[in-house]
């Protein structure tokens, strides 16, 4: 019998227990250890999905449950080093957000909801960041750009890959 392979870190497991005494119970630990596990390999396998109920003595159907409910989780493959978020809400759209998301993937070379063949960057719709007064606007990371324009996409994309370049 072939051993499975172990997908959570000890720094995996060390941030999600820290988390435990926050919570009332193993269960509601389940979105936030998603997290943990999201944030440090950009996706959370089926792997880490089993290794996560075990931690939290919950099935993995439970585990997988929380996962899908949440659009935010990619499971199949990782996402981006970089994923942009850009609205499209009714303030956003009024000024041009829709625009901006197509500029962004043609210059891309992708479509919304994909990543680039280098892994650099995921764009993503998102219908709403809740910064109306400077839209149009995109959440990168934990970087809000506001008042985008087709210019500021451009010095975006450019600085994505000369970070992760």
Same mark, same amino acid.
């Given at each position: 019998?072939?051993?499975?392979?172990?997908?959570?870190?000890?720094?995996?497991?060390?941030?999600?227990?820290?988390?435990?005494?926050?919570?009332?119970?193993?269960?509601?630990?389940?979105?936030?250890?998603?997290? +943990? +596990?999201?944030? !440090?390999?950009?996706?959370?396998?089926?792997?880490?999905?089993?290794?996560?109920? !075990?931690?939290?003595?919950?099935?993995?159907?439970?585990?997988? &449950?929380?996962?899908?409910?949440?659009?935010?989780?990619?499971?199949?493959?990782?996402?981006?080093? +970089?994923?942009?978020?850009?609205?499209?809400?009714?303030?956003?759209?009024?000024?041009?957000? !829709?625009? +901006?998301? &197509?500029?962004?993937?043609?210059?891309?070379?992708?479509?919304?909801?994909?990543?680039?063949?280098?892994?650099?960057?995921?764009?993503?719709?998102?219908?709403?960041?809740?910064?109306?007064?400077?839209?149009?606007?995109?959440?990168?990371?934990?970087?809000?750009?506001? &008042?985008?324009?087709?210019?500021?996409?451009?010095?975006?994309? !450019?600085?994505?890959?000369?970070?992760?370049?």
């Amino acid at each position: 019998m072939i051993a499975n392979r172990k997908v959570l870190t000890d720094d995996m497991l060390a941030r999600i227990e820290a988390l435990a005494s926050r919570y009332p119970t193993k269960q509601a630990l389940t979105l936030p250890a998603l997290h +943990v +596990v999201h944030d !440090e390999l950009r996706h959370v396998p089926l792997d880490a999905v089993v290794e996560i109920a !075990e931690l939290l003595d919950l099935a993995p159907a439970e585990v997988q &449950d929380t996962l899908t409910f949440y659009q935010f989780f990619y499971q199949e493959k990782p996402h981006g080093k +970089v994923r942009a978020f850009v609205c499209r809400s009714i303030s956003c759209a009024l000024r041009g957000g !829709e625009q +901006v998301l &197509d500029h962004l993937c043609e210059k891309a070379g992708i479509k919304p909801g994909e990543t680039t063949a280098d892994g650099n960057i995921t764009i993503e719709p998102a219908e709403c960041l809740g910064a109306c007064d400077f839209a149009p606007c995109m959440l990168a990371g934990n970087d809000l750009h506001k &008042d985008l324009t087709p210019e500021k996409a451009d010095a975006f994309l !450019e600085s994505v890959g000369r970070q992760n370049g």
